[in-house]
């Protein structure tokens, strides 16, 4: 992905939209959740979903997140 800082797992806006895979840490971009930071668990299909990629998150509080959209969520920290 490009748009990264040189600082390991902080990313510019140019990069919020890269793949994500299982482990990796985000933290909620939509205006209107409060959900804080979670955990890829899983990529997922959604056919609405056209260019962009769609996740099933696990959220700090213990919610399940489907069918997450990737511009809705800002990588914070790759897997390793």
Excluded at 23 to 28: Q, R
Excluded at 51 to 60: M, Q, R
Aim: proline share 5%; aromatic share 8%.
């Amino acid at each position: 992905c490009s748009g990264t800082t040189g600082k390991p797992g902080v990313r510019t806006p140019a990069s919020w939209s890269c793949s994500m895979k299982p482990g990796d840490l985000v933290k909620s971009r939509a205006p209107w959740s409060n959900l804080g930071h979670g955990i890829v668990v899983k990529e997922v299909f959604d056919r609405l979903a056209q260019n962009n990629k769609c996740y099933e998150i696990l959220w700090h509080s213990g919610e399940t997140g489907n069918n997450v959209w990737d511009y809705d969520l800002e990588l914070l920290n790759e897997a390793g």
